[in-house]
């Protein structure tokens, strides 16, 4: 296989560390590198996109619930106003996903309408009923608040790319 050389600039405590890792693995600083590479060039190949709506889609959608995401003053109240719509939203990930009710078909992420499941456990100052990742509620609910259940919550401004 034709290799061609590369120059690179690299601080000397890098350097170090990476030769001592060639030399335990018994192959060439040169060696070390270009299996590193090889390695992310695969993971980001592999990599799944981030599912992401159609801004064309979701603007009219964000319209529509608004209003609901912005007047709701707990998860049961914004739950009773979207299930009247027919959405619901669900639990995915480390956030919130808006969902069709029914057909459970998943339509965004909460955050793609402008209000991040971060915001809205804070706003709500409880986690999402059922939500797996608890870590988020101790994370989020420990911050300071800067607003209390009224008219004017924090939300995520979304723009088109």
């Not at 335990?24 to 709506?53: M, V, Y």
């Not at 059922?130 to 008219?151: C, I, K, M, Y």
Request: proline residues 7%; aromatic residues 6%.
């Amino acid at each position: 296989m034709d290799m061609e050389p590369v120059s690179m600039k690299m601080q000397p405590e890098m350097l170090h560390a990476a030769a001592a890792l060639a030399r335990k693995a018994d192959i060439t600083l040169g060696q070390l590198i270009r299996d590193l590479l090889k390695r992310e060039i695969l993971r980001q190949q592999n990599a799944r996109p981030p599912i992401r709506a159609d801004e064309q889609l979701i603007a009219p959608l964000r319209a529509r619930l608004a209003n609901d995401l912005v007047h709701a003053k707990d998860w049961d109240e914004l739950d009773r106003r979207l299930q009247s719509k027919g959405y619901v939203l669900r639990a995915a990930g480390g956030g919130l996903a808006l969902h069709t009710s029914p057909g459970d078909a998943r339509i965004c992420k909460a955050s793609e309408l402008g209000f991040s499941y971060s915001r809205l456990m804070q706003r709500f100052r409880q986690p999402f009923p059922g939500h797996s990742h608890t870590w988020l509620a101790e994370r989020f609910l420990n911050q300071p608040h800067s607003g209390v259940l009224d008219d004017t919550p924090e939300i995520d401004v979304v723009e088109p790319y």
